[in-house]
């Protein structure tokens, strides 16, 4: 039998599934049940001479919400506890509330000795039974043996799967192992996110994606379920060394260049102050919330990472602006760990790809300029000797074998704006850009 003599003997039929007193059903008129629950998954049956097939269409809806908010750990402030279910931390009543709260709070090391005994204070005062989990999440360390400790602890400690979500509080890694692990257990329990670091509050915290390093590769483990809630709060940037802001505003300025211009612009004008201010705000100062640029620039690079991660969050479509400085950087960080940091790789792979733009026409010489500036007014790295013509070969082949057999490359093409190239850059253009990088770069050095 041909294709086409078997589609004409095949008979398809769509149907929707109605739950009448806990029991689903099959129906091809749903209106028939107008009192049963109608669920948004089908089942579409084909029919042909050989036999019979279902097809189950499920869609998964996933919700959760990123608070931003000020003065986490006070004992006032609901959101810790309630912001994953109630608008800005509160629920409608007190008495929805169940009486006896548990919480499993995974905390980096250092996050650990900085505000442990606080986050202690908290859930004491609460009357909460709580237990905090410290924990090295480096990304030395960033493997399934960490997630395994994670699982061993919260099986011991005992959650309840649906209602007590696992909170997960330091930088990036911490929340994606967390995430991990959180994913695993049971199939699938809610975790909180709250990001102690820049980057993580810019970029890791307000998407999807969970992870571990695999095989020498970096997240090559992981999986795609966001946190019921993402909490906020810049007070946790005042203990992070210099170098820590300076890592977080890579991923900032990342946004900026692919779709803000106006983000951009705050960075080069301000961005040291920014960063000598560990992007707290002027309580002195006579300022607006709209006026003030800590404010304005996090919630730029928030919003904008937002819109471009929310309609794509399981990566199905792999033209994603996000990658722009995720090209080479990954290579080049796990090559060299732990001497960058994940925005100090971001930034150097940014670098590259500015003047490989402007080989390519896509930027002048004086845009490219100024974007060379800006990171270094936030003391970012702009150049490296590890990063050699042959690792961004190696680097740029990888990406090629994972996406599809396109090269699917995000570049700037004026400040502000950018489109995903699909073609493999030109060897030549390739090596001229990296030529006049290394003869103009190479001398402002590496962290």
Known sequence: MTSNDKSSCSRETQFNLVQVKGTWTRQEEPGQLAAGKLSRAKIVETQWDHGVSWTVVSPVVFTYRVVQCGNLLDPENDTLLWGHVGDGGRLEGASSRPANVKRFVVVDETVHRLYGSRVARYFDSRGVVYKLLPLPTTEENKSLELVSKILEEVHRFGIDRRS?????????????????????????????????????????????????????????????????????????????PPRQISNGMAEMLKMALMKHRGLFELLESDGGKLLHTKLQSDQTANTSQHQDGAVASVRMAIETMLEELAPNLWEDDLDRLVDFGHLISPELEMRVLPALLHGEAVSIDMSFMVYVAQQKGLLTAEEKRRIVQCMLGLQLPVWHPECTLALVHEALGERLRHSAGSARMPLPTGLGRAEIFHDAIEDNILAQAFQNWTDELSSAGNK
């Open 164 to 240: 007590e979500p696992i909170i997960a509080m330091g930088g990036g890694v911490c929340l994606d192992v967390v995430g991990l692990a959180a994913s695993l257990y049971r199939r699938r329990t809610p975790y909180i996110r709250v990001p102690t670091t820049l980057l993580a509050y810019v970029d890791a915290s307000v998407g999807a994606k969970t992870g571990v390093n695999f095989a020498g590769g970096k997240n090559k483990l992981g999986s795609y379920v966001p946190p019921v809630a993402t909490f906020l709060d810049r007070a946790f940037f005042q203990t992070l």
